[in-house]
């Protein structure tokens, strides 16, 4: 499994970006994909994770109400739409994927449950 994020840069507190994660290597219908986000010295927390086969969705509560993950599966590509952006909001962005094991929603903010990563793409808000 190959995860490639792209689209992160440089946008003004308040503005919006959209974050992709291609995602290659296999069929992905029993994936649960997620975003991860590292300030730095911080420790990397979750920010949203969706089920590939039914869409299910959840977010951290720091980003719920402004950011929107979903995904395009003719194009096997993950995406964050960040809206309202905010200074704290600055952190490298990476995607992550995980075989959706029995009772997953409990761990989709653990880091460690994610068997595949991609390399991270940079956001930074300017306040």
């Known amino acids: 499994v190959q995860l490639q994020a792209s689209g992160g840069g440089l946008v003004q507190a308040g503005g919006s970006l959209r974050v992709s994660c291609a995602a290659s290597?296999?069929?992905?219908?029993?994936?649960?994909m997620g975003w991860f986000r590292q300030a730095p010295g911080k420790e990397r927390e979750f920010v949203a994770a969706i089920a590939w086969s039914d869409s299910n969705t959840y977010y951290a509560d720091s980003v719920k109400g402004r950011f929107t993950i979903s995904r395009d599966s003719a194009k096997n590509t993950l995406y964050l739409q960040m809206n309202t952006l905010k200074p704290e909001d600055t952190a490298i962005y990476y995607c992550?994927?995980?075989?959706?094991?029995?009772?997953?929603?409990?761990?989709?903010?653990?880091?460690?449950?994610?068997?595949?990563w991609g390399r991270g793409t940079q956001v930074t808000v300017s306040s």
């Open positions: 290597g296999r069929t992905f219908s029993s994936y649960v």
């Open positions: 992550a994927a995980q075989i959706a094991r029995a009772y997953y929603a409990a761990r989709l903010h653990i880091a460690d449950q994610y068997d595949y």
